[in-house]
C-alpha cells in the first residue's frame, strides 16, 4: 500500500491512467534564441527539427496568460524545437515580459540542471567551452 512518501508500481495502469512513454521534451526560456540554437548545436550537435513560433507571429494575451500564468502583455517571440541524441526533446523558447527575472538558483525550486551524456567525454570537454564561452562550473 503506499503511503504519501512512496508510489505503488504496478506493472499495469488502472484503465484511468494514461500511459507514459517517457520525457518528450524539457522547455528552456532563454534570452536570444538563435544563441541558444547556436549553442546547442556546436557543444552537443544537437539538431534543429522546427519553429513552433516565429517571430512574425508571436503568441501573447489571455491565450499565453492562461497556459503559463504570465502576465497578459507576455509574448513568446520564438520557440524552436531541438534534437539531441537519442535523449528527449528540447523547446528552446524567446519570451518577453515586463517582470522578467534572472534564472533561478540551484537552491530554488524548479528545473536546475540539465545533464547531458556522451560516449566521448574529451570531445565534449573541448566542444562545450568552445561554444560556451567558458569551462564547465565556471560562471560568466
Same mark, same amino acid.
Given at each position: 500500500?503506499?503511503?504519501? +512518501? ?10 484511468? =491512467?494514461?500511459v507514459? !512513454?517517457?520525457? &518528450? !521534451? #524539457?522547455?528552456? +526560456?532563454?534570452?536570444? /534564441? &538563435? ?6 548545436a556546436?557543444?552537443?550537435?544537437? &539538431?534543429?527539427l ?9 503568441? =501573447?494575451?489571455? !491565450? ?9 502583455? +507576455?509574448?513568446? #517571440? ?12 528540447l523547446?528552446?523558447? &524567446?519570451? #518577453?515580459?515586463?517582470? =522578467? ?8 525550486y524548479? /528545473?536546475? !540542471? ?6 566521448w ?5 573541448? /566542444? ?9 562550473? =565556471?560562471?560568466?
Amino acid at each position: 500500500m503506499a503511503t504519501d +512518501t512512496t508510489v505503488e508500481r504496478t506493472s499495469m495502469p488502472n484503465s484511468t =491512467q494514461p500511459v507514459m !512513454h517517457g520525457i &518528450e !521534451h #524539457v522547455g528552456i +526560456t532563454v534570452p536570444d /534564441l &538563435e544563441a541558444a540554437s547556436r549553442f546547442f548545436a556546436q557543444a552537443f550537435g544537437a &539538431e534543429i527539427l522546427f519553429d513552433n513560433i516565429t517571430r512574425d507571429a508571436p503568441v =501573447q494575451g489571455e !491565450h499565453l496568460a492562461a497556459m503559463f500564468g504570465v502576465p497578459a502583455a +507576455t509574448r513568446a #517571440v520564438a520557440s524552436r524545437f531541438l534534437r539531441l541524441g537519442n535523449g528527449p526533446g528540447l523547446e528552446l523558447l &524567446e519570451i #518577453v515580459a515586463s517582470d =522578467q527575472r534572472p534564472a533561478a538558483r540551484p537552491s530554488d525550486y524548479g /528545473l536546475q !540542471h540539465i545533464a547531458m551524456s556522451t560516449t566521448w567525454p574529451p570531445r565534449a570537454s573541448v /566542444l562545450w567551452p568552445r561554444a560556451a564561452g567558458c569551462v564547465p562550473g =565556471q560562471t560568466r
